[in-house]
C-alpha cells in the first residue's frame, strides 16, 4: 500500500506562528515526496483540528499523518487516538516538534523557519517507513503498595482498603503516623493532632485488606505498570510479633537510654521500645546500635538481657509471654502489586546550616518540630515550655523561613511554616504569659480558616515583626542584654536596625525532601524535581501521577503542604489507582525491541545492558530474548548488538536513517 | 622555595609599616620568596572608586598587568587591597566590553591585562601553602601562655574567601605558634575601615565592641591580618578608652609579626617599635619562655 501521507503545520496560537512561518512551511511540506495534503491551522489539538484530520483521511485516503507542533508528551496520545478513530493505525502517526526544539528557543524567525522545514521533512521521510503496531493489552493486578505510613499513605491505603482491595502498607519506621504523630495541635482548628490521627492508624492496624509491613524498607523493584515485584525487607524487632502485647515491662526494665527520634533528641527511649505509646504495632522493637545483649554478642559474650529476664532478687519478672527473641533475623519478602502510591513524606531542615541562628551552639534556640514536642503534654516537659535550666521564658521570638526562601538554602517557601508558627505563638499565650514576638517576611496564611486565625492571632497580642533577622546572638552590648538571646535585625516597616532581647528562639525550619529521596528515586525509576522532591507528570493537571505508568505521589514527598491537602492528595492518588484497578488492564506501548533469531549469535551484549532486565537468554536455541512487558523501548539493545540483530519496534535503522535524510535538506 | 609576586600595598610601607617589615622578615624562614612588583602603584581602594568608577578600574588594572607579566600568583598583605584587586579582575572577566577599553588605557603604558592572573592575601598564601604545621615546625620560641583574639576583619573573609561566620584560617595560624586563640565571636565583625576619617564616632563604637568581646572572653592581645584593621584597633584605642570611660590595654599584633616572634626574629625586624599600644608586656611574657 503505497504511503499517503498528510501533514499539519499548527500555529499553536502566537507560540509557534510567532516565530515561524506556518503557511510557507506548509507549502514547503506539500512538495515533499508522497504528502497527498499539506494544511496549516491555528490549534491542531483542538476539536476542528483534530475534525481536519479526520476529513482529509476519509476524502483523500490518507494512510499516514504527520503533525508539526508541540512535544509527543503533550499531544502525541491526542493524535494517536484521532488517526485510530478515523481508521488509521496510530503508529502511522509521527509528529515533528517544531515548537520546544523550535519557536520556543529562539527569537531569528528565518532561522526557525528552516528548522521548521527540516523537521517537518525529518518527519515525512521517517513516517514513510512506519509499519502499523499494536498495543498490547496487560492486566492489572488489583493489589496496591503504598510506601510510606505518615497520613498520607494512612489515608491513601484505608480508601483503596475500604473499596475492597488489598494493600500493603510498608513503613520503615516501628510505627506508622509520621511527622503528623509528633505534631500538638493542628492549625486552623488547633484539633489535637493524635486525637484526629491515632482512629485512622487504628483502623489500618485492623483493616482486612490492609497488611501493615512496619519496621520495613523495599529493596529492590522490577516489573512494570499493573504488574510490579517488590522485594521488602523487614527489619527484626527481636521479638515475636505474635507474642508481644505491648505491655511495656520491657521497656521499663532495659538500662539503656538513648536520645529518642521521636522527641527529637529532647527526651529519650530505651534500647527495646514503642516509638510512642500509641503505636500501631502496639508492638516493641530491639535497637540493635543501642542493645548491650546485642553488642555483646558480637564479642561472644551473653550479657544484660534485663528484659527477658526480669531483676530475679527483686522478684519483678521479665517478659511474661516470652516474645522476646535474639535469634530473630530480618526477613526478605516478595510482594507483587499493580501500582505504587509513594508517601515518604519529609525531613526537616537541618537550621545548623545557619551558623548565625545559633541552633546547637547556644541553648534555648530550637527548632520548630523540638518546640512541637515541648509544647506537647506527652512530650519530654510535659507540655510545660521551659528553657534549658527549667526556667519559664518571658519571651520567645519565632523566626519564620529558616532555610526557606533563601537562595543559600532553598528557594521555595515550605507552605505550612507562616501557620505553624501563629498556632506557636497561640499556644505559648495559652501555656505561659511570655511575650511573643514573630519575625516574618509575609504572612501566608491562605486556606480555609487560616486568614481567621491570623486576625485571631492579632488580638492575643502577639508581636509581628517584618524583617528577616541577621543573626541571634549572646555577645551583649547592654545590660539588659546580659544573659539573653539578642535577635539582630531590621525591622523594615519603620526602617530601623533593632536588637531584641529574649528567652528563647524558635526556628520555624524549611520542610525538605528526605534524605534518601534519591535512593527511593532510583528503586522506583521516578524524577525528582531540581528542588529535591519527586516530581509529578505535571504540576496542574497531574499532581499525584508520575512520568512512570503505575506509580503515584501524595504529600509532602511531592512538595511542602499542609494535611488537609496532603489528605487531599492521598485520596486522589488512591483514586487514580482505583480507577486503574477497575479498568482492569492497561495499554503497553509498542515500542518495543526484538531479536531476530537467524541473526543472533547468542553473545548476550544487549541482555546484559538492558536496565530493565527485559532480555533472557534462550539456552535450548542459543539466541537471546525480549520479554515484550519488561521492555521500556529504550534502544540500548539495539544499539549495542554486534550483528544487527535487534532491532526496535518503531524505531528501526530503515526508519532512522530516513529520518536523518530528510533533516538534511 | 615559593615564589610570589609581592604587592605590598601603601599600608605597608606608611601606616602599616610593621606588616611590611614582618611579611619581608618571615618570608626566607618559611620558605617564600616574595618578589615585590615593580612599579607597583596604589590600589585605589575605597577612595578612588567613589570619585571616578572607570579611573580607579584602570588604576587597580595596571598592577593586575604588571602581575601577569611576571607569571606568579600576586600575593598582598593588606585586605582592602586584595579585595580591590580581585573586584576589578572579577569585574573585567564578565564584561569584556569594559575590558577593552581598560587594555585601551593600559596600552598607553605598553600594558595589557589578559585575565589570567590569581591575586591572594598573604594569610591565605599562609594558611594553605605554608600550613600551619609546617610553621609550627619551623617555631623556636613557643609562645605557650599567649592568649590572643584572632581578628579578621570584614575584608579577609568576604566576599571571596569561604566561611565569613566562622572562619579558621587566623586561628590555626595563632595556634601554629604555640599561642592560644580565645573563641571570638565578633572576630569577623567590621572595624569602621576607613570610616575612622569620615564618621569618628562611629567607628570608635564598633572598635570597642570588638575590644569589649576580645577582653570578656581573656584575651591579652589582638591579632590581625589586615593593616586598616591595625591602625584603627591600635591606634585608636587611646581614643576609644578616652570616649567610653574604659581601660583597655589590648597591643595590636599582626600575625606576621607573631609568626616572625615565634621564628625567633628580632624585634627590630618585625617593626614592633612601630606599634602604638605597647606591645611589651606581651613580649616581656614571650621572653620569659625562651
Redesign the interface.
Given at each position: 500500500m503505497e504511503p499517503r501521507i498528510g501533514v499539519y503545520v499548527c500555529h499553536c496560537g502566537s507560540n509557534i506562528a510567532g516565530v515561524v512561518d506556518c503557511p510557507e512551511v506548509a507549502r514547503f511540506a506539500q512538495g515533499l515526496e508522497a504528502v497527498v495534503v499539506a494544511r496549516d491551522y491555528k490549534f491542531m489539538c483542538s476539536e476542528p483540528g483534530q475534525e481536519l484530520i479526520k476529513q482529509d483521511i476519509r476524502s483523500h485516503n490518507l494512510n499516514r499523518v504527520v503533525v508539526a507542533s508541540c512535544s509527543p508528551t503533550m499531544h502525541e496520545p491526542t493524535f494517536r487516538r484521532g488517526c485510530q478513530e478515523a481508521g488509521v493505525n496510530p503508529y502511522y502517526f509521527e509528529m515533528a516538534n517544531i515548537r520546544e526544539h523550535c519557536s520556543w528557543v529562539t527569537g531569528d524567525k528565518t532561522a526557525a523557519t528552516v528548522k521548521a522545514r527540516a523537521l517537518v521533512s525529518a518527519a515525512v521521510s521517517r513516517v514513510y517507513y512506519h509499519r502499523p503496531l499494536e498495543n498490547r493489552q496487560v492486566s492489572i493486578n488489583p493489589a496496591t503498595l503504598v510506601l510510606g505510613g505518615g497520613i498520607a499513605g494512612i489515608q491513601a491505603a484505608l480508601k483503596i482498603a475500604d473499596a475492597g482491595h488489598k494493600v500493603y502498607l510498608v513503613e520503615k519506621e516501628p510505627s506508622i503516623g509520621g511527622h503528623m504523630s509528633q505534631l500538638d495541635k493542628t492549625f486552623p482548628t488547633l484539633d489535637c493532632s493524635a486525637c484526629i490521627l491515632t482512629p485512622k492508624m487504628t483502623l489500618v492496624g485492623s483493616h482486612p485488606n490492609i497488611e501493615l509491613m512496619s519496621y520495613s524498607e523495599i529493596s529492590q523493584v522490577s516489573g512494570y505498570t499493573g504488574n510490579f515485584n517488590i522485594k521488602v525487607r523487614r527489619k527484626t524487632r527481636y521479638i515475636d510479633e505474635s507474642k508481644c502485647t505491648g505491655c511495656g515491662r520491657c521497656q521499663e526494665l532495659c538500662p539503656v537510654s538513648v536520645p529518642s527520634e521521636y522527641e527529637q533528641g529532647l527526651g529519650s527511649r530505651k534500647a527495646i521500645y514503642k516509638p510512642f505509646p500509641q503505636a500501631v504495632p502496639n508492638k516493641v522493637a530491639v535497637d540493635p546500635e543501642s542493645c548491650r545483649h546485642l553488642k555483646g554478642l558480637a564479642q561472644g559474650k551473653d550479657i544484660c538481657r534485663l528484659c527477658q529476664r526480669g531483676i530475679e532478687k527483686k522478684g519483678v519478672p521479665g517478659c511474661e509471654t516470652g516474645a522476646i527473641d535474639f535469634a530473630r533475623q530480618d526477613e526478605l519478602v516478595e510482594v507483587e502489586a499493580g501500582n505504587i502510591i509513594v508517601t515518604t513524606g519529609f525531613s526537616l531542615f537541618d537550621a545548623s546550616a545557619v551558623?548565625?541562628y545559633g541552633y546547637k551552639r547556644f541553648d534555648n534556640v530550637v527548632t520548630s518540630l523540638e518546640f512541637e514536642r515541648i509544647v506537647n503534654s506527652s512530650g519530654p516537659t510535659g507540655g510545660h515550655i521551659l528553657l534549658k535550666n527549667g526556667a519559664e521564658p518571658e519571651s520567645i521570638a519565632i523566626i519564620h523561613c529558616v532555610g526557606s526562601r533563601d537562595r543559600h538554602y532553598h528557594a521555595y517557601c515550605s507552605r505550612v511554616c507562616c501557620m505553624y508558627s501563629m498556632k506557636f505563638a497561640h499556644l505559648i499565650k495559652e501555656h505561659t504569659r511570655a511575650r511573643v514576638y514573630e519575625f516574618y517576611i509575609d504572612i501566608r496564611s491562605f486556606g480555609k480558616g487560616y486568614e481567621e486565625f491570623y486576625n485571631r492571632l492579632l488580638e492575643e497580642g502577639t508581636t509581628f515583626i517584618r524583617g528577616r533577622p541577621a543573626e541571634v546572638?549572646?555577645?551583649a552590648?547592654t545590660p539588659e542584654e546580659r544573659g539573653k538571646l539578642i535577635v539582630q535585625f531590621e525591622d523594615t516597616l519603620i526602617g530601623l536596625q533593632r536588637r531584641l532581647p529574649v528567652d528563647m528562639v524558635v526556628l520555624s525550619a524549611a520542610i525538605e525532601a528526605q534524605p534518601d529521596a534519591e535512593a527511593v528515586a532510583r528503586l522506583l525509576n521516578i524524577s525528582r524535581g531540581a528542588d529535591g522532591f519527586f516530581l509529578e507528570k505535571h504540576p496542574k493537571l497531574e499532581p499525584v501521577s508520575t512520568m512512570t505508568d503505575g506509580i503515584f505521589l501524595a504529600g509532602c514527598c511531592q512538595s511542602p503542604k499542609d494535611i488537609p491537602e496532603t489528605v487531599a492528595q492521598a485520596a486522589a492518588a488512591a483514586a487514580e489507582v482505583l480507577s486503574l484497578i477497575s479498568r482492569g488492564s492497561v495499554e503497553i506501548e509498542a515500542a518495543t525491541a526484538a531479536v531476530d533469531p537467524k541473526i543472533c549469535i547468542g553473545c548476550q551484549v544487549c541482555k546484559t545492558n538492558c536496565p530493565y532486565s527485559a532480555i533472557s537468554f534462550d539456552d535450548t536455541r542459543r539466541v537471546c530474548q525480549v520479554n515484550e512487558a519488561l521492555c521500556k523501548g529504550c534502544g540500548v539493545c539495539a544499539g549495542g548488538c554486534p550483528s544487527d540483530a535487534v532491532s526496535l519496534n518503531h524505531y528501526t535503522n530503515e526508519q532512522i536513517l530516513a529520518q536523518m535524510e530528510g533533516a538534511l535538506v | 622555595m615559593k615564589y610570589y609576586s609581592y604587592y605590598p600595598g601603601c599600608s605597608a610601607e606608611g601606616t602599616g609599616l610593621g606588616l611590611g617589615l614582618s611579611a619581608r622578615a618571615i618570608a626566607g624562614p618559611l620558605g617564600m620568596e616574595l618578589i615585590e612588583l615593580e612599579g607597583w602603584n596604589c590600589c585605589g581602594s575605597t577612595p578612588y572608586g567613589s570619585l571616578d568608577a572607570a579611573e580607579s578600574i584602570v588604576v587597580a588594572a595596571r598592577n593586575l598587568a604588571l602581575g601577569e607579566a611576571r607569571g606568579f600568583d600576586l600575593v598582598t598583605p593588606c585586605s582592602a587591597c586584595c579585595v580591590t584587586l580581585n573586584k576589578t579582575a572579577e569585574r573585567l572577566k564578565s564584561d569584556s566590553a569594559l575590558g577593552r577599553r581598560v587594555n585601551e588605557a593600559l596600552s598607553v603604558a605598553g600594558l595589557t591585562y589578559k585575565g589570567g592572573l590569581r591575586v591572594r592575601h598573604l594569610v591565605d598564601v599562609l594558611a594553605n601553602d605554608i600550613t600551619p604545621p609546617a610553621i609550627a615546625g619551623l617555631v623556636k620560641r613557643k609562645l605557650d601562655g599567649l592568649k590572643v583574639a584572632a581578628y579578621y576583619g570584614c575584608q579577609l573573609v568576604r566576599p571571596y574567601a569561604g566561611d565569613a561566620?566562622?572562619p579558621r584560617s587566623l586561628d590555626d595560624l595563632v595556634r601554629a605558634t604555640g599561642a592560644g586563640p580565645v573563641d571570638f565571636?565578633?572576630k569577623s565583625r567590621c572595624c569602621g575601615g576607613s570610616l575612622i576619617i569620615s564618621e569618628e564616632a562611629l567607628a570608635l563604637g564598633l572598635i570597642r565592641?570588638l575590644y569589649e568581646?576580645a577582653a570578656s572572653r581573656g584575651a591579652e592581645g589582638i591579632v590581625t591580618a589586615c593593616p586598616l584593621c591595625q591602625t584603627n584597633l591600635d591606634a585608636y584605642q587611646g581614643k576609644v578608652n578616652k570616649k567610653y570611660n574604659t581601660g583597655y590595654n589590648l597591643p595590636v599584633l599582626y600575625i606576621t609579626q607573631l609568626i616572625g616572634l615565634a621564628l625567633g626574629l628580632p624585634e627590630k625586624e618585625l617593626g614592633l617599635d612601630t606599634n602604638v599600644v605597647s606591645p611589651g608586656r606581651l613580649l616581656s611574657k614571650v621572653k620569659q619562655e625562651v
Open positions: 551558623f548565625q546572638t549572646d555577645v552590648e | 561566620e566562622s565571636p565578633l565592641k568581646n
